[in-house]
């Protein structure tokens, strides 16, 4: 298998607070994840490639400061959303690459947080 | 246009019928997958094509690749109701900067009455 986990599910929080979430690869390591942010009947955007070890790299227009991804080890990556606004709510995606395949290879997806600021 | 564009946008269908959804791309790609993801949900790998194919199958799933077009197709065969979900194609883009990352499409939402 290729399961990817994210906790939470879901989560709600106030204007101004910050939300961390996270994204493991249970049964086989990553290099690699990927985080998406997904509004409402739209289409995934990628915000960043998180690779272990590394600081991550983002996509144009995602700000780095707000959106802060941290890959300590082979199973794990984090998004932090800091100071959240109501604009930040959206379901948010990670995906993980095996390790040792080609880059080109199919990722394999969390099931998503949905965050909602209030 | 966007890279990865898909129609039809949403497509009902009866059980037992065909779905057949439409991805077109603009860049050179190094392959073009297809995911599938329920309401509310992740995304569900179903079926990658390298550029160098034309067609590939996996059960009840046919897609085709014209690199020529760029465009992908993607059939499900005999659909039912556990069928009904989005489906996305994404590509991803042979090299340079974009080395590796997948873009998606806009999604097609089958639905598929019992």
């Known amino acids: 298998g290729a399961v990817v986990s994210q906790h939470p599910s879901w989560v709600i929080c106030k204007s101004g607070t910050s939300v961390k979430i996270e994204c493991r690869s249970l049964d086989f390591q990553a290099t690699t994840m990927f985080w998406y942010r997904q509004f409402p009947k739209q289409s995934l955007m990628l915000m960043a490639t998180?690779?272990?070890?590394?600081?991550?790299?983002?996509e144009q227009g995602v700000e780095k400061d707000k959106f802060l991804i941290n890959h300590a080890s082979l199973t794990l990556s984090t998004l932090t959303v800091t100071s959240a606004h109501p604009e930040d709510s959206s379901f948010y995606i990670c995906s993980a690459r095996k390790i040792g395949t080609s880059s080109y290879n199919e990722q394999f997806f969390g099931p998503g947080t949905r965050l909602t600021v209030l | 246009s966007q890279q990865g564009e898909e129609d039809p946008q949403a497509l009902s269908i009866q059980e037992g019928e065909n779905a057949t959804m439409n991805c077109s791309y603009k860049t050179s790609i190094n392959n073009l997958q297809w995911y599938r993801q329920n309401s509310g949900r992740g995304l569900v790998h179903l079926i990658l094509?390298?550029?160098?194919?034309r067609e590939k199958h996996s059960g009840r799933l046919r897609v085709t690749l014209d690199t020529s077009k760029k465009s992908s197709s993607l059939l499900i065969t005999a659909s039912r109701a556990a069928d009904t979900a989005s489906y996305f194609c994404a590509t991803a883009n042979a090299g340079g900067t974009s080395y590796g990352k997948l873009t998606f499409g806009q999604g097609t939402i089958l639905t598929v009455h019992p």
């Open positions: 094509i390298r550029s160098n194919e």
């Open positions: 998180s690779n272990e070890g590394s600081k991550a790299t983002y």
